[in-house]
């Protein structure tokens, strides 16, 4: 439900000695249901910036708006955003099914509500088979894409991903990105989706159509 724009955002870090300015007068705005991309080198600014929308880094200038709405001054959790890190951190005496349906748990939804939404978001994730096992038995990229499975059962306006992809095979990282594309425009169409490199040249290719 969120247009995400971004007005002369600037990100230093400050310490006794120096400073580093990680992202220098950034201008962006990303409408409504549209898929970016953020690339570059390793240090450039790509994850300051991430955070910075998602309110997890002060903003040491400039503004960020969701629609029409500054939300410099807001927490993470008032901006209704999901973020999925490249590291994974899963509840390990959850099975499957109740890690996905924590969030939902949280926000006081009816169990079979929960339940349903668990394994939709399964079934496009490709891990419905294993919902009644512990994280501790699966593999690094089945776990992570609980840990989007679990991101995204939010039905978040902003949903960005931090590198989720980099321990899944390719043919299943494309296969993922097809599905999330799936999701923006039918299940989900009112969701932006911001995604890091990491991903390949073809998958970026694909996700900034």
Not at 83 to 97: D, G, H, K, S, V
Not at 132 to 146: E, F, T
Not at 185 to 205: A, E, H, Y
């Amino acid at each position: 439900m969120a247009r995400v724009s971004l007005k002369d955002v600037n990100k230093v870090y400050r310490s006794r000695h120096h400073e580093v300015h990680a992202v220098s007068d950034l201008n962006l705005t990303i409408n409504d249901g549209e898929f970016v991309a953020l690339l570059g080198p390793s240090g450039c600014g790509k994850t300051s910036t991430l955070r910075m929308i998602v309110g997890l880094e002060d903003i040491t200038s400039g503004e960020i708006y969701f629609d029409d709405t500054l939300v410099n001054k807001l927490d993470s959790q008032a901006r209704n955003v999901a973020m999925a890190f490249e590291t994974y951190a899963l509840y390990p005496n959850f099975t499957i099914e109740e890690n996905l349906a924590f969030p939902l748990e949280v926000r006081g939804v009816a169990p079979a509500e929960r339940r349903r939404k668990a394994r939709e978001i399964a079934e496009i994730l490709r891990i419905d088979d294993i919902l009644d096992q512990r994280p501790g038995a699966l593999s690094g990229g089945q776990q992570q894409r609980v840990s989007l499975g679990r991101a995204l059962i939010r039905d978040p306006a902003v949903f960005i991903l931090d590198e989720v992809m980099s321990h899944i095979d390719a043919h299943l990282k494309f296969q993922m990105l097809i599905d999330l594309k799936a999701v923006n425009l039918g299940v989900k169409p009112n969701t932006t989706q911001m995604v890091r490199t990491g991903l390949g040249i073809g998958s970026s290719k694909f996700i900034t159509l």
